[in-house]
């Protein structure tokens, strides 16, 4: 019997899809079928809860895991031993990257503040410091940190990228005591690691300059909140956030007063640019599993 695969979609939605495996659309929070015991390929919905990880653990033919969110955190430890968990790479580079610029540009251009004029009906002109000609760091310079700065070029930066290790062009996140306080804008795209968590604390804080803006279009836990809001209420700087730590965020929490700060609700990859790069690499990823070759984007295990 050809392998069988549980996706969240109807499969005829990947343009030609391999015929030798057979398909099932299923929401693990809605029903379980008999078959989760022959489920050899899995594709989690886009929001990923304890559904999923209780449903794995019933899967005992499985193999491949693909994820359709780029960060894996928050499933890393729940893929069974043996099993190949691979990541969304690629599938939210264009709608991450739109959001992060639109994030820059409304803080920069005070858009929030004109909306709030707008419903208050009054006309509120002003001075606002524009994203030309300031110096824009990356911390996490990888396909969606490449596609963030392919955005930002047009737009007369000078654009610093930082990674977890350093390459040509690209400094290790060991450099960011010297690198911070020469940035206007900081834009954060990095996974939440042990490594990054808690990454910007009140010390990376107190190292940027008055007046810069923090953008976090990675995960929440990748800054101190306790340290961010005060950072926010001395008035020394800005932040957009696209995430936040905890999510959703609480009615309570002092990050809804705080001056200066935008926030979005998590709404990076949630665009309609996400769809057809999720069905082309899932699409891929079919074909190269059925064909017995190496699976891209790969996080962890064998197949």
């Not at 979609?9 to 079928?33: C, G, I, K, Q």
């Not at 691979?86 to 939210?92: D, E, S, V």
């Not at 350093?166 to 900081?186: C, F, K, Q």
Request: include cysteine; charged fraction near 20%.
């Amino acid at each position: 019997m050809s392998p069988l695969v549980w996706l969240p979609f109807a499969p005829d939605v990947l343009d030609d899809p391999p015929s030798d495996l057979r398909y099932e659309v299923v929401d693990p929070t809605e029903d379980v079928p008999d078959t989760v015991g022959d489920v050899a390929f899995y594709v989690p919905p886009y929001q990923v809860g304890p559904a999923v990880a209780e449903v794995m653990t019933r899967m005992s033919a499985l193999r491949v895991v693909q994820t359709l969110t780029a960060g894996v955190d928050n499933l890393r430890d729940r893929v069974p031993p043996g099993v190949t968990l691979c990541n969304g790479r690629g599938i939210h580079d264009t709608s991450t990257a739109e959001l992060a610029l639109t994030l820059i540009l409304a803080s920069l251009r005070g858009i929030p503040g004109f909306v709030r004029a707008q419903d208050r009906r009054e006309w509120s002109p002003g001075w606002r410091p524009a994203l030309a000609d300031k110096r824009v760091l990356i911390v996490g310079y990888g396909a969606v940190g490449a596609a963030i700065e392919a955005r930002l070029v047009p737009f007369e930066v000078d654009v610093v990228r930082v990674a977890r290790s350093a390459r040509e062009g690209v400094h290790p996140i060991s450099a960011l005591p010297d690198l911070l306080p020469e940035a206007d804008v900081v834009v954060l795209i990095v996974p939440l690691t042990a490594e990054t968590r808690g990454l910007v604390d009140a010390g990376f804080l107190a190292r940027l300059k008055d007046g810069a803006l923090l953008v976090n279009v990675s995960r929440g836990p990748v800054v101190v909140t306790d340290d961010l809001v005060a950072a926010l209420r001395s008035g020394r700087i800005h932040a957009a956030l696209d995430v936040v730590d905890p999510e959703p965020l609480p009615a309570d929490s002092p990050l809804w007063d705080v001056p200066n700060l935008l926030v979005s609700p998590h709404v990076g990859g949630a665009s309609s640019a996400m769809w057809p790069r999720a069905y082309r690499l899932v699409r891929d990823q079919l074909h190269r599993f059925a064909a017995g070759e190496p699976l891209a984007n790969v996080m962890s295990g064998e197949y």
